[in-house]
């Protein structure tokens, strides 16, 4: 069961709802998202009186939710919801092209990177700090030093950011920066990790795990979504297959399908789907098509020097084509770049 309250709730109202029902001996999750707040109940709710908690004060509707992610269902939530990054909206109605490069290296880099992404109509930028990596002899990131050149060039830029954490230890740090956090597919069933995420404060962006069902994807979303915050993107990256031709298989139906089962956005992130950089067009503009509400691209000015996945990373070459591919697409399928949103 959940209750919706109303926007005009105050908190004095939240509390005694919690009240009520840590007196009945259920568990109270609340979960605030921009324009809402949720209360999860968990246990036996044959104890409460729907009736009762719809007529208390701020309350908009109780509502019984059957599915195992509650916070993040469509039952729950009727309307499909936008989350917004440092005024960036992701969501419905929109087409948001999160770009950047990999991993940050050098503060030229980052910022050659952050003015690519910048021409292609990107207006969130994305960057790696800490880098989760197969090998430990890898390169893993610059870490905190990572941060600050993120920081720095999104002071040059204007263009908020998106950057991974991979360890719960980590968050408060990352988040002191961040204006959205990810977690990836390496971490997608890292719960302390999606419980700290959940808390810090910040947009979630949860890409879907690399063997993970959709409900398995939606259930992690659930975890974020528990510890107060409704401010998810999810991310289809692309699953494993037994497939060798391209990195992963990018799995294009798991977007209508999350779509209508949760009222979280849905982006794709063609570059580490594909993983070579001549998909990685044909795979944005399928994302587009499909109905995404945003992409996530690599982009390096010198992707032949990339510590981290230099051959899926677009060049200045690709960056025309790829502007060019935000401002055709989005109108034919109703939606606006959010580019022209911020111009």
């Known amino acids: 069961m959940v209750i ?40 036996d709710v044959a104890q409460l009186d729907e009736a009762s908690l719809r007529g208390m004060p701020g309350v908009r509707d109780v509502m019984r939710v059957s599915t195992p992610y509650k916070l993040v269902s469509r039952e729950n939530h009727p309307e499909r919801s936008t989350v917004h990054v440092g005024g960036v909206p992701i969501g419905p109605g929109t087409v948001t092209l999160i770009a950047g490069p990999c991993a940050v290296e050098t503060p030229q880099q980052t910022l050659e990177a952050a003015r690519m ?19 430990p002899y890898a390169f893993q990131g610059l870490g905190e030093q990572g941060l600050r050149i993120l920081a720095d060039v999104r002071e040059e830029t204007g263009l908020p950011i998106v950057t991974e954490v991979v360890d719960a230890q980590d968050v408060e ?6 204006d959205m956090l990810q977690v990836g597919t390496r971490n997608a069933q890292n719960f302390a990790l999606l419980q700290a995420v959940g808390a810090a404060g910040r947009p979630v962006m ?8 959709i409900e398995e994807w939606l259930m992690a979303a659930e975890y974020v979504a528990q510890r ?35 009222h979280l956005p849905v982006i794709v992130d063609p570059s580490h789907s594909g993983g070579r950089r001549d998909l990685v067009l044909p795979l944005t503009r399928a994302a587009i ?24 990373a677009l060049v200045n ?23 022209a949103l911020a111009v």
């Open 4 to 43: 919706v309250m109303g926007q005009e709730a105050t908190g004095d109202d939240l509390a005694s709802i919690v009240a009520v029902v840590q007196a009945a001996g259920v568990e109270a999750f609340v979960s605030r998202g921009v324009r809402r707040t949720i209360v999860g109940l968990v246990g």
């Open 117 to 135: 992404a910048m021409a292609a109509g990107a207006t969130l930028l994305r960057g790696g700090a800490f880098k989760p990596r197969t090998s």
């Open 173 to 178: 740090l990352v988040a002191s920066y961040a």
């Open 206 to 213: 949860l890409k879907r795990g690399m063997s993970a069902t």
């Open 228 to 262: 107060g915050n409704l401010d998810i993107v999810l991310c289809e990256r692309g699953v494993r297959t037994f497939e060798s031709a391209t990195r992963n298989t990018l799995d294009i139906s798991a977007v209508p399908v999350a779509q209508r089962l949760s």
């Open 289 to 312: 098509a499909v109905g995404a509400d945003g992409v996530i691209i690599d982009v390096h000015p010198h992707p032949e020097q990339a510590l981290v996945d230099g051959p899926q």
């Open 317 to 339: 070459t690709d960056l025309g084509e790829l502007a060019q591919v935000m401002r055709d697409f989005p109108p034919l399928l109703g939606k606006t770049a959010a580019a």
